[in-house]
């Protein structure tokens, strides 16, 4: 759990910064980035001071999911000025790039692009900094733990077999970095028809649960697919932010409140 504030590793810490909480993947298209935003959102209605990087490097969605767009300007100093939005503070190699425009850089820009991010802008005083972590186990993972003070990752899955098998590796790497896992989440983990209330296990049910429970880390929450939670990130205003009082808010409110 995040109690004590995170240990400081060379050089990892961020002035202002208390916790720096990763939200990980194995795959993509799991939720990762819907997960990372309504969890900032959640920690931020708890009264905390959050700030959200977008480390996705190869897609970056926090831009479109949590309606900030622009270019973030420079002080005299020549540190980058985040910008804002929902009352989060906000930082996304998606505002280095025009939308619609690929990322093809090789690892070494990979790793200066995200060491810029984490120790070049004015984040202020943060009581979480949520990274949003593009999936899988590559240099931005690898240089995200060894260039900063991680206190904790969270690792989202769907339900099925394949998605595990990844978040597994994701896990393991967590491990090999001596990253400390908070939790996993399970989200997509069931779908309610709004019409007769039938639950349906599309992506089956319950396998981050075991999956957490087999290597004994805590499981943090599972998220039922919803009409409302994918629109409200595609427009701009998670459900977090948009729909407080909904059942899916309240879940995010729950996980958050495991943290
Ligand atoms: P990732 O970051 O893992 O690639 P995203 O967060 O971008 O995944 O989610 C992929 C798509 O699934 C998005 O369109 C998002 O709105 C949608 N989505 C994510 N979680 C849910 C959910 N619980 N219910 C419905 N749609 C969801």
Not at 67 to 73: A, M, S
Not at 238 to 256: H, K, N
Request: hydrophobic share 40%.
């Amino acid at each position: 759990p995040l109690r004590a504030p995170s240990p400081a590793p060379s050089g990892g810490r961020i002035p202002g910064v208390r916790h720096i909480v990763a939200v990980a993947s194995g795959k993509g298209g799991v939720g990762k980035s819907t997960v990372a935003a309504n969890l900032a959102l959640a920690l931020k209605s708890q009264g905390a001071r959050v700030g959200v990087l977008d480390a996705d490097v190869y897609g970056p969605s926090q831009p479109r999911m949590l309606g900030v767009t622009g270019r973030p300007e420079s002080d005299a100093e020549k540190m980058i000025l985040p910008l804002h939005g929902h009352g989060l503070t906000v930082m996304s190699m998606g505002f280095m790039i025009e939308e619609g425009q690929s990322v093809v850089w090789r690892g070494p820009m990979l790793i200066s692009a995200l060491t810029q991010m984490l120790h070049q802008v004015r984040w202020g005083t943060l009581d979480y900094l949520v990274v949003d972590l593009p999936p899988g186990t590559g240099d931005v993972q690898l240089t995200l733990s060894q260039k900063a003070a991680v206190s904790g990752a969270v690792v989202v899955s769907t339900p099925q077999d394949i998605a595990l098998l990844d978040a597994r590796k994701a896990l393991d790497m967590f491990r090999k970095t001596g990253t400390p896992v908070l939790g996993l989440i399970e989200n997509m983990s069931t779908y309610i028809c709004p019409n007769c209330a039938h639950e349906a296990h599309i992506f089956g049910h319950g396998g981050a649960r075991d999956e957490a429970a087999r290597l004994g880390l805590p499981f943090l929450g599972e998220l039922p697919l919803d009409l409302d939670t994918r629109m409200l990130s595609d427009s701009g205003a998670p459900i977090v932010a948009s729909r407080p009082g909904s059942d899916q808010a309240r879940r995010f409110l729950e996980i958050a409140a495991r943290l």
